[in-house]
């Protein structure tokens, strides 16, 4: 595991740990930053290039260990039915125990996804919380502040899907005194998001120019917003948000599979992309993971093999439905890009949708580090908007953007993926749940969209899944027992 180089700034008795790009020579710009010991720490938050290396810190965290790899995929995807650890059987067992719902407080990835995000949260509170004193131009001092308040409502978002209520820190502790804080309420914890995606929407531009193509934009927020409205099912908002983003210009990449690949990054449907690259010279900057442990396992796919879709998802997909073979590399096929996979090995299938072709990989730095990772699409913001008009009694509206998604898949082969035209509201509302798993196949939504849905029984409880305890996961039990037990640990787990 390689990670990024260190800052530490000093700010009010707060240290602030910046895990920085720490290059000049980064081709998304925006990410640049000082390097080591450039600047004094006690005159850190004075100007508004110190606004703007605080605000590149809190891009760059993005795409480090904790939030993009094993804790995520531990969290967020290998409980689902569409993917499962992977790998050799003997490697990184304890990833078995989050597929068949074994796992206790004490295992590792609980207090890396935690901490994570809660590095990722102090980041963004350094941000909100610094940059209003410091003398600048108004309006990029506004949008600072605007972007670290989405990113600090896209870690409480994943915080409350993974564990129900957790502590709320909207500000930097101004003392020991404040570190120990107990849970909130999941209700605030919503609440809190839909209050700094709201004030980020006002500010976020709708685009920005060639430098900063990547930046978290005023779609992304009104996107985040919809799927935190979702998760309450709060659907007049989520067709409210969804409408809007409609609205901005965005439209589905002609090409599924190509979609994916990094020639097309940042792409019309792309919303919210964690950016990553590879920084010539500069291997540790250049860190993210993410494509590395999905990869093909072995040495000619030089990936580590975990995450691997299943048979089940497999079969999810229509006959013909093209998405299949581009979202899942199967063994001995060759990819479009013309990379033989071996047709043996430890694993049938590996995800295709992080898959970086081969000959871009370059020694010395991990596979795939140029590998962005898609977090909202446009596909996502429609099928949203089809499950909000379904469930507010319009179905017309509802299968038109169904059938938006369902067209790009389908393309000049009308005898595949037949239209939906039943306005019934329950098969409308079954057809798009579908639609949702094999659009977003292994894109860390399907778990939580299953519990969400109500189905967690019905579809996890074979693998293991126990209603009145996996609707979340247990508290690290690393984080009760520093706080001398003011955090409080979830039903059901020890």
């Not at 390689?2 to 998304?28: H, P």
């Not at 694993?347 to 962005?372: A, I, L, R």
């Not at 009308?414 to 939906?420: D, E, N, Q, T, V």
């Not at 939580?448 to 305890?469: C, E, H, S, T, Y």
Request: net charge negative; glycine share 8%.
């Amino acid at each position: 595991m390689n990670y990024s180089k260190n800052i530490l700034y000093k700010a009010s008795g707060l240290v602030l740990f910046a895990t920085l790009i720490l290059t000049q020579s980064c081709k998304k710009s925006f990410l640049d930053v000082p390097r080591q010991a450039q600047q004094p720490a006690a005159q850190f938050w004075k100007t508004g290039d110190d606004a703007k290396a605080a605000v590149s810190a809190a891009y760059a965290n993005l795409h480090e260990w904790t939030n993009i790899a094993f804790a995520p995929m531990a969290i967020e995807s290998v409980g689902s039915d569409d993917t499962e650890k992977g790998s050799s059987a003997t490697d990184a067992t304890f990833m078995n125990d989050y597929d068949n719902f074994t796992v206790t407080a004490g295992q590792g990835q609980l207090g890396d996804f935690w901490s994570g995000e809660y590095k990722t949260i102090n980041f963004a509170n350094q941000v909100i919380t610094r940059v209003p004193a410091i003398e600048m131009d108004a309006n990029l001092k506004a949008r600072y502040i605007a972007e670290c308040k989405f990113i600090r409502a896209y870690a409480y978002f994943r915080l409350v899907r993974a564990f129900g209520d957790v502590p709320l820190r909207l500000a930097p502790p101004k003392d020991a005194s404040e570190y120990n804080i107990p849970r909130t309420a999941k209700a605030q914890i919503w609440a809190a998001i839909e209050t700094d995606l709201t004030d980020a929407a006002a500010v976020l531009p709708q685009s920005y120019g060639a430098a900063d193509v990547g930046r978290i934009t005023k779609g992304a927020a009104l996107s985040l917003h919809a799927k935190a409205a979702m998760y309450q099912q709060k659907w007049a908002d989520v067709l409210s948000f969804t409408n809007q983003v409609k609205g901005l210009g965005y439209s589905l990449f002609p090409n599924y599979e190509q979609m994916f690949r990094t020639n097309n990054e940042n792409n019309s449907e792309s919303i919210f992309e964690i950016q990553s690259d590879l920084i010539p010279g500069n291997p540790d900057a250049s860190n993210s993971q993410y494509s590395q442990i999905q990869g093909v396992r072995g040495s000619t796919g030089g990936g580590w093999g975990f995450n691997v879709p299943t048979q089940n998802l497999a079969d999810a997909f229509e006959t013909g439905d093209p998405r299949r073979d581009a979202s899942i590399i199967f063994r001995g096929e060759t990819t479009p890009e013309g990379d033989a996979i071996p047709a043996t090995g430890d694993n049938p299938m590996y995800n295709q949708k992080s898959y970086v072709p081969f000959g871009m990989f370059v020694t010395g730095y991990n596979e795939g580090v140029q590998q962005n990772i898609r977090v909202i699409r446009y596909a996502d913001v429609l099928l949203m908007n089809a499950e909000a008009a379904n469930e507010l009694g319009d179905a017309t509206t509802a299968i038109a953007s169904l059938e938006l998604v369902k067209a790009r898949a389908r393309g000049s082969n009308a005898a595949i993926l037949p239209k939906f035209t039943t306005p019934d509201k329950d098969a409308l509302r079954t057809a798009i749940w579908k639609e949702r798993r094999v659009e977003l196949s292994q894109e860390y939504d399907r778990y939580f969209d299953v519990i969400r849905q109500g189905r967690g029984l019905a579809v996890f409880g074979p693998k293991g899944w126990k209603a009145n305890k996996n609707e979340v996961w247990p508290i690290p039990q690393n984080e009760i027992d520093l706080s001398f037990g003011v955090l409080t640990q979830n039903q059901g787990y020890n």
